[in-house]
């Protein structure tokens, strides 16, 4: 459980953000655990009670701090894919309602999250792909003759 600062800010979750600052504690560590939890700063920065100005601020001025809010939204990006292919793989139970009541569930999985990991991890194979072919011959007289709206050049 996260602990409270003077300001009221809640604590950083030790670990929250392997690395660069995981000491970090007070609205800093609040905002960089909060980052990578939700992936908004906006949200980030209401948890942490600060505003986004200085957030923003905080990452201009401190190297340091720039490459933890980098770390923590890789590690956000990290879960959502996980969560990606947790959905894809094991699927989840959807309920199934009659007269307004559960009477079972549905085990769902997610093709289109499926498609999205292949496409991310294996581009060349999963590539989309197109090719345009073209049969019969136009001459250069013929499309300079439609351009100029006429049969001009034309024998």
């Known amino acids: ?9 809640k604590k950083a979750p030790r670990g929250a953000v392997s690395g660069t600052l995981k000491k970090e ?9 909060s980052l990578v939890d939700t992936g908004n700063v906006t949200k980030a920065c209401e948890i942490a009670k600060i505003g986004r100005r200085t957030a923003y601020n905080w990452r201009a001025a401190d190297e340091k701090f720039a490459a933890a809010w980098e770390e923590a939204k890789q590690i956000g990006l990290e879960g959502l894919e996980d969560e990606a292919r ?3 793989h094991e699927g989840w139970d959807e309920p199934k309602f009659h007269d307004g009541k ?4 549905v085990r769902k999985f997610s093709d289109t999250l499926l498609i999205f990991l292949l496409k991310g991890g294996m581009p060349e194979k999963y590539k989309e792909r197109a090719t345009v072919e073209h049969s019969g011959n136009v001459t250069l007289t013929q499309i300079l003759a ?10």
Do not use: N, Q, S
């Open 25 to 33: 504690d007070g609205e800093r560590g609040v905002f960089l655990a």
């Open 146 to 155: 439609e351009i100029d709206g006429g049969t001009k050049g034309l024998d």
């Open 1 to 9: 459980m996260a602990k409270t600062t003077k300001k009221g800010a």
């Open 86 to 88: 947790r959905r894809a």
């Open 102 to 105: 559960v009477c079972g569930h």
